[in-house]
């Protein structure tokens, strides 16, 4: 009777699906992309899906003889950007275990540069270390409940002059979805994913077994 009851219990919890606060996405190869000082065509290289409507886009472009890689939303979502820099508007960024609202009180806008090379091989907001981009948006499957969140990403440049390339690296990105929350920047949850706890309740039941046969 003991065994059955034990059974049915962990049968629940692995029925259950794992609750956590942070929704992290993690790429385990980084997304990248490359330009060099030569014009190039405007292209979304990637989309960064969030619940409901809202999605954030990651642009490439060229606008007055400078390339850019920039963040731009649908749906509402947000990034927080600096003053400008050169005419053009840069997201802002913080450090791993900051907190959201630590930034400064800058505008939110639906878009925001993250990094551009000129032709002449100049760089401007060059982010050469991995950094977190905070963003905000309107969760409609949570009655347009806002949530906040951040991307990981790092830009690097290889060569020189009018020879030089400039690469993005997207690590992944999450947002806390708890409403009304600030997320933490590098925090990415403390839950086990599904496949592991089930992995856990299925060795906590062939631990109880094994007990059972001693005890026999």
């Known amino acids: 009777m003991k065994k059955i009851a034990l059974t ?3 049968a629940a919890f692995v ?3 794992a609750q956590a606060s942070i929704i992290y996405n993690n790429f385990s190869t980084p ?3 490359t330009f060099g000082t030569g014009a190039i065509p405007d292209q979304t290289i990637l989309t960064l899906s969030l619940p409901g409507s809202a999605n954030l886009d990651i642009l490439r472009f060229t606008d007055n003889g400078e390339n850019f890689f920039q963040f731009s939303s649908t749906g509402g979502a ?15 960024s913080l450090p791993v275990g900051t907190n959201w609202g630590d930034l400064p009180g800058s505008t939110n806008l639906g878009w925001g540069n993250i990094t551009s090379l000129n032709s002449a091989g100049g ?17 409609t499957t949570d009655s347009n409940a806002t949530k906040y969140g951040y991307v990981n990403l790092s830009t690097e440049t290889s060569g ?4 030089t ?14 409403p009304d929350t600030y997320i933490t920047m590098g925090d990415m ?13 299925f060795g906590g039941l062939a631990l109880l077994h094994r007990r059972k046969r001693k005890t026999v």
């Open 8 to 10: 049915m219990i962990l």
């Open 15 to 17: 029925a259950a699906p």
């Open 31 to 33: 997304e990248t992309s």
């Open 78 to 92: 947000e990034v927080n950007n600096t003053t400008m820099i050169n005419g053009y508007y840069y997201a802002n």
């Open 123 to 139: 760089t401007v907001s060059l982010r050469s270390n991995p950094t977190y981009i905070p963003f905000k948006f309107q969760d």
């Open 160 to 163: 020189s002059g009018a020879s």
């Open 165 to 178: 390339n400039l690469t993005l690296n997207v690590y992944g990105y999450g947002y806390e979805n708890t």
């Open 189 to 201: 949850g403390a839950v086990p994913e599904p496949g592991t706890m089930t992995l856990l309740a």
